[in-house]
């Protein structure tokens, strides 16, 4: 998993590690010259002003208490981005039926993301309900159809321009009917400054509460990586209008800008639960962050001093 993750992450990695190892060479001690280019590279990289700015004030206090070598600098990185990041937290199913509400702007991988978790709740012998709640694209349903037959998962289709609310509601009442484990719902890709579109959004949230007390029980964020810091705007703003609780970086393996995973956590709060890698089914895995970190840097203490 960890090669996965590491070749998804291959031109953040060119961006990052590469600078870094032109600014910190072996044998060399760091001067206020190159934690200012080492400043440089992290901001490029989309890791966020906040944490930062932090790395480079230890870095700084370290350089003026004493020398700072290569093998410092990057312990404090990597202890840096640990502690934004924080533990792994993998996906749960807590009750039967789980709802999951999966939201996001068009062309960010909603619906191939969609695609992706069925098959690893299928996998897992779970029972899975999509839901095709963009009633107003016909694409988009036939696209989530496409997924539900090729992962072994039903479908509800709602009809052309049918309340979203209405589609949501009736599938989570098959579900309890019909015994399914977990509920994946669309909804349609709504660009976040339209306020009309993000007040529908509640209403789904409202009646999925109607239909199963708590739901829905997860509401994911699928976020196009290559937006970088696009979609930290984006990320803020669907979590004032709908409380989410997980992340989900898609095409990850298309951008430089990798970093932008520390920069969402640290400030929002919201977990990044899983990162697409790739186009295939499978190409989907649970954050890890110190596997991601290591992919991201890859340096280790013995190739600098």
């Known amino acids: 998993m960890f090669k996965k993750i590491a070749n998804a992450l291959r031109k953040t990695k060119q961006k990052v590690a590469g600078a870094i190892k032109s600014v910190i060479p072996i044998g060399k001690k760091l001067t206020n010259e190159d934690i200012e280019l080492l400043e440089e590279i992290l901001i490029g990289a989309d890791i966020g002003v906040d944490t930062t700015t932090e790395i480079i004030d230890e870095l700084t206090d370290k350089l003026k208490s004493g020398e700072l070598t290569g093998k410092d600098s990057i312990e404090i990185l990597e202890r840096h981005l640990l502690e934004v990041l924080g533990e792994p937290q993998p996906i749960k199913l807590i009750r039967k039926p789980h709802i999951i509400l999966v939201v996001g702007v068009n062309g960010t991988g909603k619906t191939t993301t969609i695609g992706k978790l069925a098959k690893k709740f299928a996998d897992d012998g779970k029972k899975v309900l999509l839901v095709a709640g963009d009633t107003f694209r016909a694409a988009a349903r036939e696209q989530l159809d496409i997924w539900a037959k090729r992962v072994g998962a039903d479908i509800i289709i709602g009809a052309d321009s049918a309340d979203p ?10 579900a309890l009917a019909k015994n399914y484990d977990v509920v994946i719902a669309d909804t349609a890709g709504r660009l976040h400054t339209k306020k009309n579109l993000m007040e529908e959004l509640k209403k789904i949230a409202r009646v999925a509460d109607k239909a199963l007390s708590g739901a829905p029980h997860d509401t994911f964020l699928v976020l196009d990586a290559t937006t970088g810091q696009n979609g930290l705007v984006q990320a803020e703003i669907f979590h004032r209008a709908i ?34 890698i790739g ?5 989907l895995e649970n954050f890890v962050p110190e596997e991601y970190i290591k992919a991201i840097i890859e340096i280790r203490g013995n190739d600098i001093s």
């Open 279 to 283: 186009e295939k089914v499978d190409d």
């Open 243 to 276: 409380p989410l609780t997980g992340i989900i970086l898609a095409k990850l393996d298309g951008t430089a800008k990798g970093g932008i995973a520390v920069a969402i956590k640290r400030k929002l709060g919201v977990p990044i639960l899983a990162v697409g």
């Open 165 to 174: 609310a209405s589609v949501v509601f009736d599938s989570i009442k098959r």
